[in-house]
């Protein structure tokens, strides 16, 4: 059971979509319970990871080894530390929930619709566990053709457009990714004269500072597509506001998280000369702090709520790469937690938004306003979502914002700087948006009529705003399972920084429990 | 000495002429069948020779030991690559007769020579394959032109099929004159016709000689025709178009595949002393055909004129292979070949099996709204779609994975970009495709004619596509195999 517990996660919604195709299309009530039973099955299979997981250790856990391609080396090689932890368990709750949120949401095509979102679940988790880069582009890949029918059919007026969109960008970064890492495959065959595609093994292989950068920049296409950073990122004000409610929940909680996490685990530990590179880092600093600045400054311009939101992941993603870029403990492991807390917030904006969207049938921020004095417990927790967001302290953001703050100042106290001119940014739209819609008095008289939650909708978004207090009250448990990863990246880049700064290296505690438990 | 037809002949021919036997044999048995009803006993026979084809590629595999058999003086051998490449013909021929039968029937047009002609051809091919010789490759591959020629036009009522084969004809009876000019100077060079001593005469030689890039122009030209790779393409989407659609799905992969196996086979051995010469010729057509064969797919409505489009820009990846000229690039183009003939078929197949008030229906929007009539093929056109544009979990992308990693191991870095680019711009229109099944309701849907041989031809091709991509060991070793022999 706990050797093969990462297969398990992935393959429960595999298995129960196949088992969903044999109920009749007719039975939509079945199809829909059959769907969130598997959706909360997929949760609980991930519980006994919390458990199991050893937080002194600094390799990666519940490893399952098998080979699968001799002739190729490619192997079906699976792995987790505390990242990819994080990333799995938020995987499986946006999953359930997206799931639950679409209840009412979808009628038309119901078992396709559950069938797609049950597949993109397990290739979500393949991407978060897959330690070969094979299979992990195998996992990357299979993701983007659930998520084109989740936008192109259940979307709203521009679904096609979006979603080919969605699919062509972030497959043109994919090919890309899949040639530089063909020749990190080689370069290791030359060198060892053995093909593997593990990633341990391709991280041994050494490369000269020229390839180096020029691999880099062929991960860095995929990454930062999915991301996305800026300029690359206009796939996603039309994915996001196009996608149903479910599929933007998605997007935002998990998909974008990816290129995050591909950064983190593959970019850089693999090309670590590259990352150490000034001019590299310097090009992407200034890429997120112009996607930081800029996302910010069109979200203030949005008069449609969905895109406004979208805008906002745009900015927030910036702070995320920034935190990354600087590349020491405080700033690796914030930019990581903030991935996580954009996955908590972000779908609770969307949520509310889709929630609104099901009562109105319109997006514009300028039909509403005054809605608080209607709807009490909604505005209450739009309003959590909206602090979260914004970085507000006692939520989660605050505490996200403030580790890449540390980090990216200790890099360069400019970074910084403009980062905080975003963080004023962002709390000026995020209010602004609340103001409009939630404060005053109801001047469009549609929402005379409009009924508060309903306890379903209530529950959805209760184990997120959850979420948000707990990183926001007590990020500890967080930060330790983010310090190992974080200082393994960081004395990959830059061998002995822990040295040179004077801070003792969380991998030598790792270390000396490892031989304390030995003997 | 008069040279005697010994065991090792006859055990080296046996493909070749268990496909003609059982060729004239379906000949003389539709005479007999006086019931039109029963003409599917040809198509029976067919398959039956398919069989006995089948149990005699294998004894060729299992007696392959390392080595070459050589028969009939050296003319025809068996080696992996002739193994590797009957297999192909052999599936490719079972597909297509598999999905004829209907097809035939409601057209009108069911007769024992449209078999006895697919037979033929794979005889032809199969001699390509084996022949270690000029003549005898140029009678294998006149041998399947011929047979096309006619196939193409086979529905000899409709106007479209006979533009088809006299275009057909015409630029093919053109380019087998250039392909066989060229090998009359290699000839010429070396006074023999055996691939071996061409070999070792054209190793004499400076590349530059303008006797061999002489030679080597018209021999290109001549196998560009062949492959259909820019700028010798033309014929292709009206030959796709017009002929009957199996036969497009036949000639798509069949004829593709035994072109690639002459080329390789002239570029391998006796030319390739000269690659140098070549490798920036063969490169520059790759690049061509990708370009223009996905920029015309773009905007094309029918699908048989979209496949025959992006047929040319598959030939373009497949030429990279040998722009490679590596290990890895060659059994790119073995494995690519083989997995190209499932999805092709399959995306056909679902094609033939559409009509219209008894015509045929074969517009991209045809296919709208698959989904809500028939969600078992509507998944499988997904995954066909997916492995041609060459995405994971699909076979189509082992493909594109060798042709990448032969390019970069040869050190073609900006080739293996434009060809992932391509990619991104090939899954563009095989997207309309999806988006036509998926995301648009039809206000007039064709029916479905889906006949046993159908489903099963469809079924087996879906599930190869995806079964070859969770366990290509078996297909990737044969392919190895094949890449060696080919290289000496």
């Known amino acids: 059971m706990k050797q093969h517990i990462l297969s398990i996660i992935w393959l429960t919604p595999l298995v129960g979509m196949l088992l969903l195709l044999f109920i009749p299309k007719e039975n939509k009530q079945l199809i829909r319970l059959f769907a969130n039973i598997v959706g909360a099955l997929g949760m609980a299979v991930c519980l006994p990871l919390v458990f199991w997981f050893d937080n002194s250790i600094a390799d990666f856990q519940f490893v399952e080894r098998a080979s699968w391609i001799p002739s190729l080396g490619v192997e079906y090689y699976l792995g987790i530390d505390g990242v990819a932890l994080l990333l799995i368990v938020l995987t499986a709750l946006i999953g359930f929930l997206s799931i639950w949120c679409s209840w009412n949401a979808i009628q038309e095509r119901t078992k396709e619709y559950y069938a797609f979102l049950l597949f993109l679940q397990a290739g979500m988790m393949g991407v978060f566990m897959a330690l070969d880069l094979f299979l992990f582009y195998v996992f990357w890949e299979v993701m983007l053709v659930p998520m084109y029918f989740i936008i192109g059919i259940w979307g709203s007026a521009r679904r096609t457009y979006a979603a080919i969109k969605f699919f062509l960008y972030t497959l043109a970064g994919s090919v890309l990714m899949l040639l530089a890492m063909l020749t990190l495959y080689f370069l290791h065959f030359q060198q060892f004269n053995e093909y593997s595609f593990a990633l341990e093994d391709l991280m041994r292989t050494t490369i000269d500072p020229t390839t180096q950068i020029w691999l880099f920049w062929g991960f860095f296409f995929a990454f930062a597509i999915k991301v996305p950073m800026f300029p690359f990122h206009t796939w996603l004000p039309d994915a996001h506001t196009e996608a149903p409610t479910a599929g933007s929940v998605i997007l935002a909680g998990v998909l974008l998280k990816m290129g995050l996490y591909g950064l983190f685990r593959f970019s850089f530990p693999l090309l670590p000369g590259a990352a150490a590179d000034d001019s590299t880092v310097e090009i992407l600093a200034a890429l997120s702090i112009i996607a930081i600045i800029y996302g910010a400054l069109v979200s203030l311009m949005q008069k449609d709520w969905k895109k406004l939101v979208a805008y906002s992941s745009v900015s927030h993603l910036g702070f995320c790469t920034l935190g990354l870029i600087a590349l020491n403990p405080a700033g690796v492991s914030g930019g990581m937690l903030q991935g996580i807390n954009h996955g908590l917030s972000t779908p609770l904006l969307f949520l509310a938004v889709g929630i609104m969207y099901e009562r ?28 979260a967001s914004a970085g507000i302290p006692g939520l989660n953001g605050f505490i ?8 990216a100042f200790e890099k360069d106290p400019y970074w910084a700087a403009f980062a905080v001119v975003g963080i004023v940014l962002g709390v000026a739209y995020l209010l602004w948006l609340f103001q409009r819609i939630m404060l005053g008095s109801i001047t469009n008289p549609k929402n005379e009529t409009v009924p508060d939650l309903s306890p379903r909708e209530i529950l959805i978004m209760l184990p997120l705003v959850a979420g948000c207090f707990w990183i926001g009250l007590y990020p500890k448990p967080f930060f330790d399972l983010l310090e190992k990863p974080a200082a393994k990246l960081v004395e990959r880049v830059q061998p002995g920084y822990f040295e040179r700064a004077g801070i003792p290296n969380p991998l030598d505690k790792a270390k000396q429990v490892a031989e304390l438990t030995k003997e | 000495m008069i040279p005697q037809f010994t065991a090792t002949d006859f055990f080296v021919l046996k493909p070749i002429l268990l496909l003609s036997l059982f060729g004239c044999g379906i000949l003389i048995l539709d005479f007999l069948i006086k019931d039109p009803r029963m003409r599917w006993w040809n198509a029976m026979t067919a398959l039956l020779g398919e069989i006995m084809t089948g149990v005699a590629i294998w004894q060729h595999q299992q007696d392959l030991g390392g080595a070459a058999i050589q028969g009939l003086g050296g003319a025809i051998v068996v080696d ?14 079972s597909l297509a007769i598999l999905i004829s039968v209907t097809y035939l029937e409601i057209e009108g047009e069911h007769r024992g020579e449209y078999y006895a002609l697919m037979l033929f051809a794979q005889a032809g091919m199969a001699a390509m394959a084996q022949g270690y010789e000029l003549v005898t ?27 088809a084969a006299i275009k057909y004809v015409l630029l093919g009876a053109f380019s087998s004159g250039v392909l066989v000019y060229g090998f009359s100077i290699l000839y010429g060079i070396s006074g023999s016709t055996d691939l071996r001593q061409i070999a070792a005469a054209v190793a004499q030689r400076e590349p530059t000689d303008p006797v061999m890039i002489l030679a080597l122009v018209t021999l290109s030209v001549g196998l560009f025709f062949k492959i259909s790779a820019v700028p010798f393409h033309m014929w292709a989407p009206d030959a796709y178009e017009g002929a009957p659609t199996p036969i497009t799905a036949y000639l798509s992969v069949a004829s593709k595949a035994a072109s690639f196996a002459l080329m390789l086979r002239i570029f391998l051995v006796p030319l390739w002393s000269a690659r140098e010469l070549w490798i920036p010729a063969l490169a520059v057509v790759a690049l061509a055909s990708m370009t223009l064969g996905n920029i015309a797919a773009l905007t094309q409505s029918n699908m048989k004129r979209l496949i025959a489009y992006s047929s040319i820009s598959h030939a373009g990846y497949m030429l990279l292979g040998l722009v490679a000229a590596n290990e890895t690039g060659l059994q790119g183009i073995a494995v690519y070949l083989f997995v190209y003939m499932f999805m092709n078929f399959g995306v056909l197949t679902v094609v033939a099996a559409m009509r219209r008030e008894g015509q045929p229906a074969e517009e991209v929007d045809d296919l709208s709204g698959l989904m809500a009539r028939h969600p078992g093929y509507a998944i499988l056109m997904l995954i066909f779609m997916l492995s041609l544009a060459g995405i994971p979990p699909t076979a189509g992308f082992l493909g594109k994975y060798y042709i990448f990693l032969g390019l970069i191991e040869a050190g073609h870095y900006l080739l293996a970009v434009a060809g992932a680019l391509y990619v991104a711009v090939a899954a ?6 999806v988006r036509a099944i998926f995301l648009s309701d039809a206000a007039d849907p064709p029916t479905f004619h889906l006949s046993r041989g159908v489903k099963l031809a469809t079924v087996a091709s879906g599930v190869l596509t995806l079964l070859i991509f969770f366990y290509p060991e078996p297909i990737l070793s044969l392919a190895a195999d094949s890449v060696l022999l080919a290289l000496r």
């Open chain 2, 137 to 163: 490759l140029f009678i294998g591959l006149e041998l399947m032109a011929l047979s096309f020629y006619v196939l193409v036009g086979f529905l000899r009522d409709e106007k479209r099929a006979n533009e």
């Open chain 2, 80 to 93: 992996g690559f002739s193994v590797f490449f009957n297999w192909l013909f052999l599936g490719a021929a």
């Open chain 1, 400 to 407: 996200g914002e403030f580790a890449i703050l540390r980090g």
């Open chain 1, 360 to 387: 109105r049938h319109t997006r514009e921020i300028a039909e509403y306003g005054g809605l608080a004095t209607r709807m009490p417990v909604y505005a209450a927790l739009f309003g959590i979502a909206v602090f």
């Open chain 2, 428 to 433: 563009y229109y095989y997207f309309r495709i």
